[in-house]
């Protein structure tokens, strides 16, 4: 297989995996939505600089579009174990989350799922004052 045709479907499999939109993988990447919907569409060719641009915003080693891999996101290989659907904020709370103890984990997951629960029940109270339609989970 070519490289062209490697590297599309590499960025076509890094695009499934990230879980976002054609634009929010551009704007993460620095390029136009139209660009990697012509990457994507092999409407253009995806070289070297876009190549490497892609991969390090992405937090992919280099070189990892050129070359064929497995359909799982396990296949990926990230530097330093980041996920390229991550924001700034996620990582840094991946980060800090990592140095804790067990308990202490357990400890913030709780937390969070509480806030999350309260977040839910504020939205659904305003839905009703505002005689919305409900919020379908």
């Not at 064929?68 to 996101?73: D, T």
Request: net charge negative.
């Amino acid at each position: 297989m070519e490289t062209k045709n490697i590297r599309r479907t590499n960025l076509k499999h890094l695009l499934d995996v990230s879980g976002l939109s054609q634009a929010a993988f551009a704007e993460r990447c620095g390029l136009a939505a139209s660009v990697i919907s012509q990457l994507v569409n092999g409407h253009r060719n995806l070289g070297d600089a876009i190549s490497r641009r892609i991969e390090e915003s992405l937090s992919v080693k280099k070189g990892w579009l050129d070359v064929p891999h497995g359909e799982s996101e396990d296949d990926l290989d990230y530097d330093d174990d980041d996920r390229p659907y991550l924001s700034l904020d996620e990582k840094r709370v991946v980060e800090l989350f990592r140095k804790l103890p067990e308990s202490e984990r357990n400890n913030i997951i709780s937390q969070l799922q509480i806030k999350v629960d309260d977040y839910d029940r504020l939205f659904n109270e305003l839905i009703k004052v505002r005689n919305l339609p409900p919020n379908k989970k």
